[in-house]
């Protein structure tokens, strides 16, 4: 939760700065609200989380799951008549479908909150004007993010866990994989 709420109000930072920046030479400098609700809601929000949520927890679920294999447990389940995918794989990628989403949010309240604090240092667009603009885009564009949000955490958990079971019978392949 700190690094994807600290990259996200950076990243919406950085966006008001560089949008004030160009929107100034047009004297459209309001629609810096436009740009950055755009961008965070629909794209970027969710998009650096997935990012950080693979690099994190895709090696952990490989490193966890090939440990096991490494440990001959996987066999011992099948031996005990338990589906591995069932009892290994499928909790940990619903517990990614549950909690990308909420990550997703996390992350585009924070970025908006960077975009708000730096457009009313830079441009001087107070809170309210702010959520006044922000309510203007609409809710389209939260949806539109977090639609993607279970989408990428089945991949982030499928290729994980995938990469889990391909461990072989050696610490050099759980590296090399995880």
Do not use: Y
Not at 72 to 93: C, F, K, N
Not at 94 to 105: E, T, V
Request: glycine residues 12%; aromatic residues 4%; hydrophobic residues 55%.
């Amino acid at each position: 939760v700190p690094i994807v709420t600290v990259m996200s109000f950076l990243i919406g930072v950085v966006l008001a700065f560089q949008g004030a920046t160009q929107l100034h030479q047009f004297g459209a400098e309001v629609f810096v609200v436009d740009l950055i609700a755009i961008s965070v809601l629909r794209e970027l929000g969710i998009l650096l989380t997935a990012i950080i949520v693979a690099g994190r927890t895709a090696s952990a679920l490989t490193a966890s799951i090939g440990s096991m294999k490494m440990r001959e447990e996987i066999d011992a389940m099948r031996t005990l008549g338990l589906d591995p995918d069932m009892v290994l794989m499928l909790p940990r990628i619903l517990a990614l479908i549950l909690m990308l989403p909420i990550l997703g949010l996390l992350a585009d309240l924070s970025g908006l909150l960077g975009g708000a604090m730096m457009s009313w240092i830079t441009l001087g667009i107070s809170p309210p004007m702010f959520l006044s603009r922000l309510s203007d885009t609409g809710v389209g564009n939260v949806i539109a993010g977090l639609v993607k949000a279970p989408v990428f955490a089945v991949i982030i958990g499928v290729i994980g866990c995938h990469a889990g079971m391909k461990v072989g019978k050696d610490a050099e392949s759980l590296g090399r994989m995880t």
